[in-house]
Every structure is written in C-alpha cells, then in structure tokens.
C-alpha cells in the first residue's frame, strides 16, 4: 500500500492499532520513549509474586481481543478467571457483603436496607432526566436507584473501575452504555433486557457477560507480545519531541538513544496520553492543548502484598473487595489476586492488590508513603483477619493514573472529533478517548484502523480523480 503511518505510543491503544493498520498493509512505525512496550500494562515478577502494576486483567468485550491473541501466538498462555471471581464483596460497617447477582440473592443481602430495595421497585417508572450529557453518575444513579444503591454499589463500583468520583464522573461520557439505557429504552430495568438482543447481534459481550482475562505472565504479556510481532517496526527508547506538519504530510521528531531523530510519514496516529499529547500538539492547536489539559488524572498507588495462606483468617472464595466512600478507609478496595489466575504468587501464599487514592482520595499523597503504607495494611488486615505481617511487599506510585471521563467531557470529546477533521491525516486515540478499560482500548483500536483505512481511500480517490471532473 505504501503509506506510511506513525503511531506514537505502544500502549495497547498504540500496538493493537499498528497491529490491525499492519495487517492492511500499511507501512507502520510505533515510537515508544520506553524499552519495554505496554505503557499502563506492568506486569513484574518478584520473589516468585507475579504483580501487575496497571490493569490486572481485562473483559473480553468484543472479538478483536481472541482474534489478536491468536495472531500473535499468545493463545497458550491465556488464562480466563477462576469462576469465583464472579463473587465481590463491598465493606459494610466493617463486614464484606457478597454483591447479590441474583434477584432472590438481592432480596435476601444485607448489603443494602429493605427501605432500599422497595425503592428500586419505582426504577421502571421514573422518567427521563432533562438534563442529557450534564448530569453525573451520582445524580443520574440517585434519582433512578436512590441514594443507598449510590452509596453503597455506584461507589464503590466507581471506584474500581475509575479510581474515581461518582459525583464527578459524567454519566454519558463515563458510562455511555448506562446513559443509553435510558435514553434509548426510558429506563435501566427494561433497558438490560432489550439491550441483550441488541448486543448479540452486534457480536458483543456486556462488561457483565464478559470473560475476564489475563496472562500466565501478567497482563503486559499481550503488548510485549505483540511488539514482538510488530519487530522492527516498534522502535523503543524514542521520545516524541515535536510534531511538524509538511508537504507532504508530517515530520515527527524524536530523542533516541542519545540522538535526535526524525522521521516522516504520510498519516499520523496519536495514543499518548492526553497530558502528553496536549503538550506535542500544541503548537498545531492551541485550543486542543487546552481540552487536553483539562482532563484530570487523579495519582493512585497500587500495593501488592503476600501472606501465608494460613494466615488469611477469612475465606477466599471471591474476586475481591470494594469500599464504599461511607466507610471511610484508607483505600480503595482489594482484589484477591492468587485466586483470580494461575502464577501470582507461590504454591503456600495467597497475594493481594490494594488500590489506594484515586479521585476520592488524591489528597492522601501528602502523607508519608510509610505511613501510608502502615495505615491501609493495617486496615487491609482487619477486614482480612490477618494477625501477622505480610511477608511479601511492593508497590507502584502512578501520578497520573486514569483519565477521568468528568461532567462536560461532552466538550473534549466533540473538539477532538473537530480537531481531526480541520487536521486531516491526523488521529487521536487513546485512553482518553470512547473508554478507558482494556476492552474497549481494542473496541477502539479496530474503529480507528478503520477510520484510517476509509480516510486514505477517499484520500486515494481524489488523487486518481481526473481534472476538472
Ligand atoms: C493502576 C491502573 C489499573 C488499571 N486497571 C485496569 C483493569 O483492571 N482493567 C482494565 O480494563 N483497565 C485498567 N486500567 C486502565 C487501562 O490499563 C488503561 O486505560 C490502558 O492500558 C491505557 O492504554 P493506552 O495505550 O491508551 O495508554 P498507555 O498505556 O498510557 O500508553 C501510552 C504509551 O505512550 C508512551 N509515551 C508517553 N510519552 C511518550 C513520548 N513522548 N514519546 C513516545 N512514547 C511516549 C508511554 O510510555 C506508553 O507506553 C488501569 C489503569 C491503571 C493506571
């Protein structure tokens, strides 16, 4: 084909792009500043725990993931959660609460108060809101579900998927599907029941359907993997610079092993992060910089610790924990790790990963680190009835996390949307952009390859459009 793509970033976002614009035939190159490919995707192995530092697993959301995995020869080494991972707990006055799946387990948890589940009764009757794309998860979630759903499923929810706020989070933007459920159907109730057929036909899972997935090795596998693949066409320790548009398309620069490089391309794709990407582009749009530094990424740490199995004093039959905001903890909440897959942590220990901060807690990070550290082991412990130290401890500090799809996104995203169309030949992608889960970086992946395959078709049409036609 003869085209010539630069993909900045090799993140998933970045690689599974390249991976798919590849397979068209593209002339692809992806500029990493970093040895090792998969940006959020860390995965490490310490005194025989298997830590993922980012996302611990992902949701098989839409086929692309299966399809990329086998091409890459990564199928052997896939590992789907262990089935109890389908029980999560949340803290309540201090006890964790299966989150009731079933209608007769919701009647009978005592997760939330009968005053509570009499109140969800009303869901189906209540009426759009007028407010549209303005409204927050807390609102939208309190004025169908009430406030006790809000408090003590939407949070912690929230908080485990986001890091984040509910009365932040904007509800069209963070949580599109939800939004259409009443947009589309009036509400959430009938909603869920005539969005299944939809979906199947679509050949999508629902983020509840959905099989979770990692790697024996961690989740990093899959981007190491597919840079593997990808060769020499991923270069890594190159530092993007500066983006200069020219003639014939685009000049990028970049600082790589010790010497300034440049390279030039017909077409552009960006997947760096949104602070990163505003600050390269700035000088092609100032207002896009602007959007772009608009969107907060709250600092969460992620603490991984290890106990003797025999020392954990309750069962382990469960995905994990989340705290609702009302418990007032220091963290965010746990997942079990060695009990979701195969390899995090050795035969005689059972491992743990904490999430602490987010948007919730951002101003936790004034503290010492140490006694950070102190406070949510020892809070970890009591939830856990764990009376000895861990004998196994690390973490990772993350400055800047996850994007946080805020009230007014709205606005971001309709400018990144005009940006791309007064630049042509340039694209915008990443976690900033239609979701910031693992699933739906690939979703968006195969919608940007083929955003990209139809633009440089039109694009070749004009080029063999005789004059004056
Ligand atoms: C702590 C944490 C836990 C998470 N947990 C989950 C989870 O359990 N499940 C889930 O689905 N999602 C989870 N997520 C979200 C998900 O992991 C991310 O949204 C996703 O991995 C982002 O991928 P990306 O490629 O868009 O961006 P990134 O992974 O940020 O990739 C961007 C790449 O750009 C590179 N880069 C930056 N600057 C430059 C430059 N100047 N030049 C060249 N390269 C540059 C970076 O090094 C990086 O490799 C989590 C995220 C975090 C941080």
Not at 14 to 22: K, R, V
Not at 28 to 50: F, H, I, P, Q, R
Not at 278 to 287: A, G, H, R
Not at 332 to 350: D, H
Request: hydrophobic share 40%.
């Amino acid at each position: 084909m003869n085209i010539k793509i630069v993909v900045l970033g090799a993140g998933v976002s970045g690689l599974a792009t390249a991976w798919l614009l590849n397979k068209k035939g593209f002339d692809v190159t992806v500029l990493e500043k970093n040895k090792e490919a998969g940006g959020a995707m860390e995965s490490v192995l310490e005194d025989g725990y298997m830590f993922d530092r980012g996302p611990n697993s992902g949701l098989e959301t839409v086929p692309v993931i299966k399809e990329i995995v086998n091409e890459i020869g990564l199928t052997s080494e896939m590992v789907y959660a262990n089935e109890m991972g389908n029980k999560r707990y949340i803290l309540r006055d201090g006890e964790l609460h299966p989150l009731p799946m079933s209608p007769p387990a919701f009647l009978k948890t005592k997760l939330f108060s009968a005053k509570a589940k009499m109140r969800l009764f009303a869901e189906p009757f209540i009426s759009r809101s007028n407010d549209g794309y303005y409204q927050s998860i807390a609102q939208f979630v309190k004025r169908r579900l009430g406030q006790e759903f809000l408090d003590y499923a939407i949070n912690p929810f929230v908080a485990g998927v986001y890091a984040g706020n509910p009365e932040d989070l904007s509800v069209a933007s963070a949580f599109p599907k939800l939004y259409e459920l009443e947009e589309k159907y009036g509400g959430l109730i009938v909603g869920t029941i005539r969005s299944i057929s939809e979906r199947k036909k679509r050949k999508e899972q629902s983020k509840q359907s959905a099989k979770m997935f990692s790697f024996l090795n961690g989740m990093q596998s899959l981007p190491k993997t597919i840079a593997k693949k990808l060769g020499e066409r991923v270069v890594p320790f190159a530092e993007v610079r500066s983006i200069k548009k020219n003639e014939k398309g685009f000049s990028v620069s970049y600082h790589n092993a010790g010497f300034d490089k440049k390279i030039e391309c017909d077409l552009l794709l960006s997947t760096l992060p949104a602070y990163v990407t505003s600050s390269l582009f700035k000088d092609i749009d100032s207002n896009l910089a602007n959007h772009l530094d608009a969107v907060y990424h709250p600092p969460v740490m992620v603490l991984y610790l290890g106990y003797k199995k025999e020392d954990v004093g309750r069962p382990l039959d469960g995905f994990g924990f989340l705290i609702p905001a009302k418990e007032k903890k220091s963290f965010l909440g746990a997942i079990w790790s060695s009990v979701l897959f195969p390899n995090r942590a050795p035969e005689e220990a059972a491992s743990f990963t904490l999430f602490i901060g987010g948007s919730r807690n951002a101003d936790i990070f004034k503290l010492d680190k140490e006694i950070i550290l102190k406070t949510v082991i020892e809070e970890f412990q009591s939830i856990m009835k764990i009376k000895t130290e861990p004998v196994h401890k690390s973490y990772r500090y993350w400055n800047k996390a996850i994007p946080q799809y805020n009230l007014g996104y709205i606005e971001h995203e309709k400018y990144f949307d005009e940006f791309e169309q007064n630049n042509p030949g340039i694209f915008l992608s990443g976690n900033y952009r239609g979701g910031i889960s693992v699933g739906d970086c690939f979703k968006n992946a195969e919608l940007v390859a083929e955003k990209i395959s139809k633009f440089s078709e039109s694009e070749k049409r004009k080029e063999n459009k005789p004059e004056g036609v």
